[in-house]
């Protein structure tokens, strides 16, 4: 997956190990039932967030989280 993501570059961010987002098809950032924090994309789907990630996300939107 690290491969693909040096790949792709600018405007995708490593959200989880396993997840590669779009950072214009981030719709929601919210907490998950579970506590732990999740993003909806523009197509509803809902994935977690890993804490490098959050870091990663909030910089990639000019963001605080």
Not at 11 to 24: A, K, L, M, N
Not at 42 to 61: F, P, Y
């Amino acid at each position: 997956l690290a491969a693909v993501e040096a790949e792709l570059g600018a405007g995708f961010v490593r959200v989880h190990r396993s997840t590669i987002v779009r950072i214009d098809a981030v719709r929601e950032i919210r907490s998950a039932e579970s506590g732990e924090p999740e993003i909806v994309l523009s197509n509803g789907l809902a994935r977690r967030i890993s804490e490098r990630g959050q870091t990663l996300l909030a910089a990639a939107l000019q963001v605080n989280l």
